[in-house]
């Protein structure tokens, strides 16, 4: 069974940094738009950031733009999620996803088919 392993959350500052990484279990990830996602309770899962197979990245939330970069490595099956000025309302668990095509993104979470975990981000003001 594919698998995906977030990792990286924590407490911060606001003002703070956090790198959030996603490790797959096979390299078929990698043939896949990876999108980043969060979720506070009582709330729906809320797109944050999409990156190509290619390593473009294709799309970010507007709440997020300019302080949030996502990326990947395909040698290590890894994508991350950087974090800067980070804001209490960024508080949430995070979660990374694939897309369920091999070709096209989406910033839709139904539009994905495995998901990890979760990490919490937790931003003290």
């Known amino acids: 069974q594919a698998q995906l392993v977030e990792s990286g959350g924590g407490l911060v500052q606001a003002g703070g ?32 950031a999409v990156v190509g197979w290619n390593g473009d990245s294709l799309s970010y939330a507007h709440s997020v733009q300019g ?20 804001k209490p309302e960024d508080t949430a668990v995070y979660y990374c996803g694939r897309y369920r095509w091999n070709t096209g993104w989406s910033t839709t979470s139904d539009e994905y088919d495995y998901w990890g975990q979760g990490t919490q981000v937790t931003v003290s003001s």
């Open 17 to 48: 940094s956090l790198r959030l990484s996603c490790v797959g279990s096979e390299s078929t990830f990698n043939l896949y738009a990876m999108g980043w996602f969060r979720q506070v309770p009582g709330k729906e899962r809320e797109f944050v």
């Open 67 to 86: 302080r949030f970069t996502v990326s990947r490595d395909k040698a290590k099956n890894t994508v991350y999620l950087q974090m800067i000025n980070l």
